[in-house]
T-cell receptor, first 113, second 116 residues
Framework: GENVEQHPSTLSVQEGDSAVIKCTYSDSASNYFPWYKQELGKGPQLIIDIRSNVGEKKDQRIAVTLNKTAKHFSLHITETQPEDSAVYFCAATLVGSARQLTFGSGTQLTVLP | EAGVAQSPRYKIIEKRQSVAFWCNPISGHATLYWYQQILGQGPKLLIQFQNNGVVDDSQLPKDRFSAERLKGVDSTLKIQPAKLEDSAVYLC??????????????FGQGTRLTVV
């Protein structure tokens, strides 16, 4: 089955700096890669996703890049703000299959004011 | 629109006791998921319903866990008897369509279970 590894497990940045979180996946058939943000005491919330037919996607201060050959994808947050502090999870699956989303282990991002 | 509702928010039980969690998905969402999230890990799918039928329960420990979704709306997840390793947050999610990735899954706040 699919295995998703996520790094780093913790990340501290100064407000205004950029943050990058990286994930690798094992199953080359996977074609959908969402990123979730989980704030303390809340459920995960989808913030951005990418499908394997594109290499990059942006939404304001966040972007995701995908390298299918290397089987890794990354989340980029620019101009970080204290409210970006949360746990971020990457995930992977094959759209249209019965396969579930496989999540990474999470990254605790702390934005220091 | 109202989000996914879960109750209770917190539960502390002794090992070998039983416990039940309740989930009310977003109105009209046909697909409902239960996830287990152990501290420091990503969510792991326990069971997926499409309306009131089970789509995937391959990772549900069926000797102690059970789930049902009567009338294709609300769902309950039960653990009997509980073990210490069941301590986790139990998340419910719903989506309007089948298959993860076809439509966005919305998560509830979760139930934090502590087994002592």
């Amino acid at each position: 089955g699919e295995n998703v590894e996520q790094h780093p497990s913790t990340l501290s940045v100064q407000e205004g700096d950029s943050a990058v979180i990286k994930c690798t996946y094992s199953d080359s058939a996977s074609n959908y890669f969402p990123w979730y943000k989980q704030e303390l005491g809340k459920g995960p919330q989808l913030i951005i996703d990418i499908r394997s037919n594109v290499g990059e996607k942006k939404d304001q201060r966040i972007a995701v890049t995908l390298n299918k050959t290397a089987k890794h994808f990354s989340l980029h947050i620019t101009e970080t703000q204290p409210e970006d502090s949360a746990v971020y999870f990457c995930a992977a699956t094959l759209v249209g299959s019965a396969r579930q989303l496989t999540f990474g282990s999470g990254t605790q991002l702390t934005v220091l004011p | 629109e109202a989000g996914v509702a879960q109750s209770p928010r917190y539960k502390i039980i002794e090992k070998r006791q039983s416990v039940a969690f309740w989930c009310n998905p977003i109105s009209g969402h046909a697909t409902l998921y239960w996830y287990q999230q152990i501290l420091g890990q990503g969510p792991k799918l326990l069971i997926q319903f499409q309306n009131n039928g089970v789509v995937d329960d391959s990772q549900l420990p069926k000797d102690r866990f059970s789930a049902e979704r009567l009338k294709g709306v609300d769902s309950t997840l039960k653990i009997q008897p509980a073990k210490l390793e069941d301590s986790a947050v139990y998340l419910c999610a719903s989506s309007s369509g089948p298959g993860q990735g076809n439509t966005e899954a919305f998560f509830g706040q979760g139930t934090r279970l502590t087994v002592v």
